[in-house]
């Protein structure tokens, strides 16, 4: 019988098919991460040089500045100020009623419950711009506009979020609940006691999504927020736009930062992470 080939490498055996799987994956890897290498090659060029024919893998000279000018020529302190409380706000409010709803959902039983978890979900199908009107004439009708709560409010509530905490929720043995109420515990002691602590891969996987979501949110915040002091960081870095021209060396720089709270909360939660993405995606129910 033919051996498939294996290569002896630091003392360990690899077969053939694992070395071209590396090296697949390790491609695929570099084609995902260039445009954050080409980010962050722009954000240290002179702007001449970013658009520049042709192209340069690296700048002639290593422009550093450009950081600090992008920090001090906006109000970019406000800027990350503005979208860490609507980022944040987005996902507490997010968390809670999904976890709320999906408890719902997988636990309760009442007439109509599959028909309206159906309908609930089929709001997924509805795109995002067909609901910036009539989101944006409530919002103006309560005087919400250029306030956190009309940043936040409308953007808090998601079907996608109970979906996910439901399928995780029904994994879980009812045993564990029945016992519960047998000691005499409510449904919500459950909920916070019980259900929540076995089920933080998907609620961390669940913010970390929301999180960063609503960080690079761009449409939402130019509707709602008219001035600078609204204004989250996708929309401020808008403002290197000018009639003299585009600073794309200070977008990219500011780009570059503007990443980092969502690259190092993924890096911080990345077991939540590992855990929560192998939750099944059955459409069963109880």
């Known amino acids: 019988m033919h051996k498939p080939t294996t290569l002896n490498l630091s003392g360990g055996r690899w077969k053939f098919h ?13 084609l995902f991460l260039f445009p954050f290498f080409w980010m962050l090659t722009n954000a240290v060029r002179r702007n001449s040089e970013v658009l520049a024919i042709p192209p340069r893998m690296f700048p002639s000279t290593w422009e550093w500045g450009n950081f600090a000018e992008a920090l001090t ?3 970019f302190g406000q800027f990350f100020i503005n979208s860490f409380v609507m980022a944040t706000g987005v996902t507490v409010i997010t968390v809670i009623v999904s976890a ?12 109509g419950r599959d028909g309206l978890l159906l309908a609930y979900l089929g709001t997924l199908m509805i795109p995002q711009i067909m609901l910036v009107i009539p989101l944006f004439l409530v919002v103006n009708s309560v005087g919400w ?18 979906f996910l905490l439901r399928q995780f929720f029904l994994s879980i043995p009812c045993e564990l609940e029945e016992a519960a109420r047998i000691d005499g515990a409510s449904r919500l002691r459950i909920l916070l006691e019980i259900i929540a602590p076995l089920s933080l891969p998907a609620i961390g996987l669940l913010a970390l999504f929301t999180f960063i979501a609503q960080w690079n949110n ?18 401020g870095l808008t403002l290197f736009q000018t009639q003299q021209g585009t600073s794309w060396n200070y977008i990219m720089a500011g780009a570059a930062l503007s990443v980092v709270p969502g690259v190092v909360l993924a890096i911080v939660m990345q077991r939540i992470i590992y855990k929560g993405i192998t939750i099944g995606s059955g459409f069963g129910g109880r």
Do not use: C, E, K
Not at 18 to 30: F, N, Q, R, T
Not at 145 to 162: D, K, R, V
């Open 218 to 235: 761009f449409l939402w915040p130019l509707i709602v927020a008219n001035s600078t002091d609204y204004a989250t960081l996708p929309l």
């Open 73 to 75: 020529n906006l109000p």
């Open 145 to 162: 506009m250029n306030t956190y709560q009309g940043l936040i409010l409308p953007m808090a509530f998601s079907s996608f979020g109970a």
């Open 100 to 111: 709320l709803a999906a408890y719902a959902f997988a636990r309760l039983r009442f007439p």
């Open 18 to 30: 694992d070395i071209v799987s590396l090296v697949a994956l390790s491609l695929v890897a570099l």
